[in-house]
Nanobody, 123 residues
Framework: QVQLVESGGGLVQAGGSLRLSCAAT????????MGWFRQAPGKDREFVAY???????GYSSSVRGRFIVSRDNSKNSVELQLSNLKPEDTAIYYC?????????????????WGQGTKVTVFS
């Protein structure tokens, strides 16, 4: 079983950048499909990005071209680079792990979750 802890959130001006990290313990992140999701105030949690065991990546249309997901096996972590941030990116960002490596953007298919890190973008 893997435990996940996110970090790197904060307050940033629109157009700025942040780098979120998801540190894993208990098992290697290379054994999972790793996903990033976010939940904005008053909204449901939504898919942001995933990276598979083979480093296949996928993004939601709202972040494609601005966010980049990557994995650092030496640190046993997954990163999410956020660029050209917009106020609508304000949310709590969660990383999640799925045992199956079939790619998925469906929240319910991820069994393990971190506690989230808050990103606030102001204009």
């Amino acid at each position: 079983q893997v435990q996940l802890v996110e970090s790197g959130g904060g307050l940033v001006q629109a157009g700025g950048s942040l780098r979120l990290s998801c540190a894993a313990t208990g098992r290697a992140v290379s054994a999972y499909l790793m996903g990033w999701f976010r939940q904005a105030p008053g909204k449901d949690r939504e898919f942001v990005a995933y990276i598979s065991r083979q480093d296949v990546t996928g993004y939601s249309s709202s972040v494609r071209g601005r966010f980049i997901v990557s994995r650092d096996n030496s640190k046993n972590s997954v990163e999410l680079q956020l660029s050209n941030l917009k106020p609508e990116d304000t949310a709590i960002y969660y990383c999640a792990a799925r045992t199956s490596d079939y790619v998925s953007a469906v929240e319910s298919q991820y069994a393990y979750w971190g506690q989230g890190t808050k990103v606030t973008v102001f204009s």
